[in-house]
């Protein structure tokens, strides 16, 4: 490493420590309780869809018009809590161009989105349907969170990373409450990543992912620093029990599959 980089580093890891020093890295990071899965709790619907390369540019710009507006409309109706669109940053033929979650209140409330998707297959009108494909729909739980997202989403770029876990779920949960959720919550108190969640699929069996870990940072600036930052919060917790627990043997509990990056789609502000 040249020595202007150390010096980068070295300046990094400062700001963090710092950071961490006032806010203080809590033994057990902000997480949500488990929704009552398979019952009536809040559930959430993960989808994805890809594009012909030649049509890419055209579904995302039907995406940020009429797309999303359609999108808005139904959130507006009730139908679903919330949502979020995000549109891959780089093309890259193995990977979905597109991820889309919705938020419900309770399962059964899902119901009104298979209706939506009699009409509406993957929540596209025609028009949207002849530009891009949607090839999966899953129901999930999220279980962690941390953080609070960017009121101006326009300077948030997304990170998303899907799992196959290894191991029987209570293993695995342990292993992201002692391992990963720290490390985490130590991200979110530096700045460079404002909020993340992890979302559990209700189905895995045979399922192409069984966990989905979204993480927002700060525009291109946490990213870039993303790195840096994963070796700080890592030297922070060596010592701490439940990360050196886990940290030689993570490889054993779960397989990370490849990552991409996203610029989320909202309403145009009128």
């Given at each position: 490493?040249?020595?202007s ?17 006032v806010?203080?890295v ?5 997480t ?28 995302r ?6 797309g ?19 549109f ?36 596209l ?31 948030s ?16 949960e ?32 045979n ?23 994963k ?26 599959l ?13």
């Open positions: 490493m040249s020595i980089g150390k010096i980068a580093r070295l300046i990094l890891c400062l700001l963090v420590t710092s950071a961490l020093a806010a203080g809590p033994a057990a990071a902000q949500v309780e488990k929704r009552g899965r398979a019952g009536e709790g809040e559930t959430h619907l993960v989808l994805t869809y890809k594009a012909p390369i030649e049509k890419r540019v055209a579904f710009k039907y995406m940020e018009s009429s999303v507006t359609q999108f808005e409309g139904w959130r507006n109706k009730g139908v679903f809590t919330g949502y979020k669109i995000l891959a940053t780089q093309v890259n033929e193995q990977l979905p161009d597109m991820w889309v979650i919705i938020d419900f209140a309770k399962f059964s409330d899902i119901a009104k989105w298979h209706a939506i998707q009699r009409y509406y297959p993957g929540g009108a025609p028009e949207g349907i002849a530009l891009g494909v949607p090839k999966t729909d899953t129901y999930t739980d999220l279980v962690w969170q941390g953080g609070t997202a960017k009121a101006d989403q326009s300077k770029l997304y990170m998303i990373i899907p799992y196959i876990s290894l191991v029987a779920s209570e293993k695995y342990d292993f992201v409450n002692k391992y990963v959720v720290p490390q985490l919550t130590g991200w979110v108190e530096s700045g460079l990543m404002p909020s993340y969640a992890i979302y559990l699929n209700q189905n895995p069996t399922a192409p992912w069984h966990s989905l870990l979204l993480l927002e940072y700060d525009g291109i600036r946490g990213m870039a620093l993303r790195d840096s930052l070796e700080t919060i890592r030297g922070r917790l060596a010592n701490d029990p439940g990360y050196k627990q886990y940290s030689e043997i993570k490889t054993t509990i779960r397989k990370e490849e990552p991409a990056t996203f610029e989320v789609i909202r309403p145009k502000q009128k």
